[in-house]
């Protein structure tokens, strides 16, 4: 038990080790996000005061569209709501898991960034499942504005509704508007989301 102590000793050390630049400190992990731009979007020095986006992706086990709208969907929206505005969910399958269907959706929030965003979000994925490996910059002065990932694998997942596998969901900045205001994410396949 000793050594589990140890080791989370030294992750929270590393987490909280800071470098100082022109006397302010920041985060080292600040810059290594896991966070996707748009190409060509331009660098940003201010920050963020637009709109912001949650992005889910979320695969179910299931191989059968009819099956996926009739029982999972209803059972999943029934926690979650509707992430997709009513504009309804982009299905795909992918060849990598034939068992499995994903489901994508771009939920808008209008206006700046807000704790009552990240408490809304989390309040969700909660309901949904109990672990989750989250991962974030909560800065809301960065020019590439506040950042949260959230990703959950299920081992085993159950055939129970929602049979939920894997799921990655992402609050971020909606950059569309500093490329055309009409750009939308797209999924394997090409289809906007």
Avoid at 59 to 69: D, H
Avoid at 157 to 165: I, L, M, Q
Wanted: glycine share 8%; aromatic share 8%; hydrophobic share 35%.
């Amino acid at each position: 038990m000793g050594s589990l102590n140890h080791k989370l000793a030294q992750q929270e050390s590393r987490r909280l080790d800071r470098t100082v630049e022109g006397g302010h400190e920041r985060s080292m992990m600040s810059e290594d996000m896991p966070q996707l731009f748009y190409p060509g979007m331009p660098e940003r020095t201010e920050p963020w005061t637009g709109d912001y986006e949650i992005l889910w992706s979320i695969y179910i086990r299931c191989n059968n569209r009819q099956k996926l709208r009739r029982v999972h969907i209803p059972a999943l929206e029934a926690i979650i709501g509707q992430p997709h505005g009513g504009r309804g969910w982009v299905i795909e399958k992918e060849n990598d898991n034939p068992g499995e269907l994903r489901l994508m959706a771009t939920e808008i929030l209008a206006g700046s960034y807000s704790d009552a965003m990240l408490l809304s979000l989390l309040r969700k994925l909660y309901a949904l499942r109990p672990h989750w490996h989250l991962t974030a910059r909560l800065n809301a002065e960065h020019p590439r504005g506040v950042y949260i990932m959230a990703t959950y694998a299920e081992k085993e997942p159950s055939s129970a509704a929602p049979a939920v596998s894997n799921i990655m969901v992402e609050l971020q900045p909606d950059f569309s508007c500093l490329i055309d205001g009409t750009t939308s994410h797209h999924s394997g396949s090409g289809k906007a989301f």
